[in-house]
């Protein structure tokens, strides 16, 4: 990871947790345990990627820092929230995330349920607060875009694909399906955040499309590259248990391709991602960092 990179995503990182905490700040006469549980569930020391997407293309069109810290902020949630839900016993039962027990286990599934429902809902919240500077028009369409990316024809479609496809083989296709709606597609509707929350007049449709496709291959990128860390990686260092896809007979690509053509399939959608960005007029170049760091992370 280039310095440059590091510090920026620490920036990014810094903000949008400044403002889940106030959000929090604002919750009187809310049930301990539930709150608790809540907080528990966006501190949890992750990357903030999505975040930070929203915040480096935002920036690069000229968006005010106020309407990318509520966009930020909420599909922060979402992401969060997704998380809770994924680790619960009824879908693929882990006890560790990010190196700390998981909701359930740190408090009760109810508790846990309840607070990735909070999490789902307090993204919405922040996006449709009445602050934004951005046209009403435009913040209606975050509303929209992040509803598709965590719903049935998103993440939440994503996750049920993984699920019936476990314990059986898929094929390259499915598979390109199942991770483009479970992980690629928030990832990429928080590249539209960032480009809802600019100033329309810096985004031609030739952008528009570039940057699409980039957050579309990055976000494959990143599922092939943890697919890949779940057979190589450590425990200690990824946060959750190692192995854990293969102990659940899930679909993965080195399960579909092997490794090594995995690792190739990695390389070729961020060189895709990268060829993307060329067709920017901007400063890419912590965008072109970060498609490097998706594929050379180790957790």
Known sequence: MSAKLKEQLQHAKKRVEATLLRSFDNMLDTE?????????????????????LVYCTGELFGAAAADLDNAAAAIECIHSYSLVHDDLPAMDDDELRRGRPTCHIQFDEASAILAGDALQTLAFELLSTPNFTTS???????????????????????????????????????????????????????IELGML???PERLTDETRQAMRTYGQAIGLAF??????????GDTAVLGKPQGSDVEHNKSTYPALLGLTQ????????????????????????????????IIDREH
Do not use: W
Not at 36 to 52: D, H, I, M, Q, W
Not at 223 to 232: A, K, N, S, T
């Open 262 to 293: 995995a690792k190739e399939k990695a390389e070729q959608l961020i060189h895709e991602a990268l060829k993307a960005l060329e067709t920017i007029d901007g400063d890419t170049e912590v965008l072109a960092d970060l498609a490097k760091y």
């Open 136 to 190: 009403p028009q435009s913040q209606l369409q975050m509303i929209s875009a992040l509803a598709k990316a965590s719903g049935l024809q998103g993440m939440v479609g994503g996750q049920a694909l993984d699920i019936a496809a476990t314990d059986r083989t898929v094929t390259l296709t499915e598979l390109e399906r199942i991770h483009k709606l479970k992980t690629g597609a928030l990832l990429s509707c928080a």
């Open 197 to 199: 929350c600019a100033q």
């Open 32 to 52: 301990e345990n539930v709150l608790a549980a809540t907080r528990y569930s966006v501190e949890n020391g992750g990357k903030r990627l999505r975040p930070f």
């Open 223 to 232: 599922q092939v590259r943890d697919d890949i860390l779940d057979v190589e």
